[in-house]
T-cell receptor, first 110, second 112 residues
């Protein structure tokens, strides 16, 4: 069966520090991969998605970037975090139109 | 631009009631609609997926319907239980895209 791993679960980072969140999927090949952010009291905002290795589509121009170095690995990065980057980050994969989510990373920028 | 709205934003009911949660979307050109459950501080759990050609899907006490032409979906929860307390989110997959567009959710509390 397919599983999705996302880590770390929680992260506290100072303003201006770099960020790297990793997501891996097991049990499937060539999935579509997604990064969403959920701010407090708001809905899920699509940040990036990827339909193949090295293919990244950005939805919201901002302080973040994404990479897909392997088929089942999706990485969210920032060179310098801002306070406004705080939130709950969710990785997801989809195949045959159904989407499945990881357990999320709670990022607090201080 | 596709927009998804969920009503009500919050709902509190006594145990045993049957519930209806609503989801509306502005563009009927969708591949599918998916309902999720989110517990506090957790990720999303997929509940039901309705393809654009389908009218409804059922899983246990949950039934989701889709009226694509009117841009509406409902999630029906029968005989609600305290364990059903969570936020329920709907998402549409617009035709011609790989994206999932989410509503802001309905926060459900079932009282024992």
């Amino acid at each position: 069966s397919q599983t999705i791993h996302q880590w770390p679960a929680t992260l506290v980072q100072p303003v201006g520090s770099p960020l790297s969140l990793e997501c891996t999927v097991e049990g499937t090949s060539n999935p579509n991969l997604y990064w969403y952010r959920q701010a407090a009291g708001r809905g899920l905002q699509l940040l990036f998605y990827s339909v193949g290795i090295g293919q990244i589509s950005s939805e919201v121009p901002q302080n973040l970037s994404a990479s897909r170095p392997q088929d089942r690995q999706f990485i969210l990065s920032s060179k310098k975090l801002l306070l406004s980057d705080s939130g709950f980050y969710l990785c997801a994969w989809a195949q045959n139109t159904e989407a499945f989510f990881g357990q999320g990373t709670r990022l607090t920028v201080v | 631009k596709q927009e998804v709205t969920q009503i009500p934003a919050a709902l509190s009911v006594p145990e045993g009631e049957n519930l209806v949660l609503n989801c509306s979307f502005t563009d009927s050109a969708i591949y599918n609609l998916q309902w999720f459950r989110q517990d506090p501080g957790k990720g999303l759990t997929s509940l039901l997926l309705i393809q654009s050609s389908q009218r409804e899907q059922t899983s246990g006490r949950l039934n989701a319907s889709l009226d694509k032409s009117s841009g509406r979906s409902t999630l029906y929860i029968a005989a609600s239980q305290p364990g059903d307390s969570a936020t329920y989110l709907c998402a549409v997959n617009p035709s011609g895209t790989y994206k999932y567009i989410f509503g802001t959710g309905t926060r459900l509390k079932v009282l024992a």
